[in-house]
């Protein structure tokens, strides 16, 4: 320790400069390290949560323009019913897994389309092509359409559609659904 003294009249003044001692920066050091690790973890998990957040937001934007369209289409179709290719019963209240109609672009009656659920995925069948309209990220595990007022004229035609899943590929991080919307028939008068 170095000591500076300053001679006055009156008094002798001792001021001893001192600075930091290797343990004490060593301490600082660590307590510093320690704090930013704990920092650096937060943002990281903060950063994580909100990938898991912008990629189930993607994948259940992929299925609400997927009933957006299924929902077009069953509104401007006509000859709903429960069951492939037109076979089955038109009313269906107690519900069915895949509605067939004829769209309203269909040429002659023969022209059907066909919503239904195969290996975990809504497949549309147009008669020509076949396509998944769900996304990979989405495994549908039921898919039932009830529809209601097709043997009354006087009554417009109703499509229930219900449909669950999850969506997400790792157990760990998926997020479960029910969705429902209802479908009336567009009059064409």
Do not use: W
């Not at 930013?36 to 898991?52: E, R, S």
């Amino acid at each position: 320790m170095i000591k500076i003294s300053y001679k006055s009249n009156k008094k002798n003044y001792s001021f001893p400069t001192r600075g930091f001692s290797l343990v004490e920066i060593l301490v600082a050091l660590s307590i510093f390290s320690i704090v930013m690790t704990i920092g650096t973890a937060a943002v990281l998990v903060i950063v994580d949560a909100n990938q898991k957040s912008q990629s189930l937001g993607s994948v259940m934007t992929n299925l609400n323009i997927a009933l957006e369209g299924m929902s077009k289409n069953i509104r401007t179709g006509i000859n709903y019913h429960c069951g492939g290719a037109g076979v089955g019963q038109d009313d269906c209240t107690f519900g069915g897994p895949s509605l067939t109609f004829q769209p309203s672009s269909a040429s002659d009656s023969s022209d059907r389309t066909t919503y239904s659920l195969t290996n975990g995925k809504i497949i549309k069948d147009d008669g020509v092509t076949t396509e998944d309209i769900t996304s990979p990220e989405i495994t549908v595990s039921s898919l039932i359409f009830y529809v209601l007022g097709t043997d009354d004229p006087a009554f417009q035609p109703i499509v229930h559609i219900v449909i669950r899943g999850s969506a997400g590929v790792k157990e760990e991080t998926k997020t479960f659904f029910n969705l429902q919307t209802s479908v009336s028939q567009r009059l064409v008068l």
